[in-house]
């Protein structure tokens, strides 16, 4: 028994790191914006800044969450006895399913930038997509889409 906890909390914390990031980035796009017509601008890069999205779980925190009370449950069991090892296992369990939300919601952050860019007509936007690719203060980009679905793509 106590050689299969190691194994599957690995096996666990590898597949909650399991959210799907490619749209996020300014080189994917999605199936319903194929074949249609996306309208341009251009601009200058005013400003870029790192940051960070939080990624949604494909699995609602279900792995994370359950995989780590699972495994928290079967640690505290091995605590005590009677009354106390009830108390411990529930305790593992609680703190478990904390600590397994907290990791999968960390391994579903990607590294991103937030660029303000300053449109040729005058008027500014600041848009965040993966960093996948770099850009820099003064450079000229396309500004792809519009409203929720603008992207960055350099020019």
């Given amino acids: 028994m106590k050689r299969i906890l190691p194994i599957a909390a690995l096996s666990i914390l590898t597949l909650a790191g399991c959210a799907n990031t490619a749209p996020y980035s300014g080189d994917v796009y999605r199936g319903n914006q194929a074949q249609t017509g996306q309208s341009v601008a251009y601009g200058t890069v005013v400003a870029v800044r790192p940051v960070q999205i939080q990624a949604d779980s494909r699995t609602g925190n279900i792995l994370g969450g359950g995989g780590g009370a699972v495994i928290g449950g079967l640690l505290g069991s091995q605590v005590g006895g009677g009354s106390g090892r009830q108390l411990a296992t529930v305790a593992g369990a609680l703190g478990g399913a904390v600590a397994g939300t907290a990791a999968e919601d960390r391994a579903n952050r990607i590294n991103a930038l937030e660029m303000e860019i300053r449109r040729d007509d005058g008027t500014d936007v600041i848009v965040v997509q993966s960093a996948d690719r770099q850009f820099q203060a003064g450079q000229r980009v396309?500004?792809?889409?519009?409203?929720?679905?603008?992207?960055?793509a350099p020019y």
Avoid: D, E, H
């Fill in 142 to 152: 396309r500004l792809i889409g519009s409203g929720a679905n603008l992207s960055v």
